[in-house]
């Protein structure tokens, strides 16, 4: 029986760490905006001047358009990598993930229900 733990540092694919990282910055700059001004609320191609306008074209096309599928797909090429190491390690993935991802999904509920967005 192998064993199901965390890669070691040496077995990583750098790669997948990079491309989650620039991902996770992406998300950032998108959700920047709601930071820093009351985007919820009000109509952003009418609030921004010209300048700012073109900047938050680029980030909704360039950064919301490419960043997010990107994180979503090593979303699940994590899930992947993980269903197949507990496979090999004689684990029951499904009684693990069917209790993992329902935890996962109802306590980001909370994070994404006070974002005042309504989307529920």
């Known amino acids: 029986m192998a064993e199901w ?10 790669a ?4 989650r990282g620039f991902s996770l910055f992406g998300i950032l700059m998108v959700n920047m905006l709601s ?10 191609y009418d609030w921004f001047k010209a300048g700012d306008r073109a900047i938050v074209a680029w980030i909704e096309v360039f950064f919301q358009s490419s960043f997010y599928p990107v994180f979503a ?11 197949q190491r507990a496979e090999r ?30 989307t529920f």
Do not use: T, W
């Open 35 to 44: 930071f820093l001004s009351p985007y919820l609320y009000i109509n952003p």
């Open 73 to 83: 797909f090593l979303f699940g090429y994590g899930l992947m990598v993980q269903k």
């Open 16 to 19: 997948i760490d990079i491309l």
């Open 5 to 14: 733990a965390p890669i070691r540092e040496k077995r990583r694919n750098p």
């Open 89 to 118: 390690a004689g684990v029951e993935v499904y009684k693990f993930f069917s209790g993992a991802l329902p935890f996962c999904s109802f306590s980001a509920l909370p994070m994404h229900g006070s974002s005042g967005r309504g």
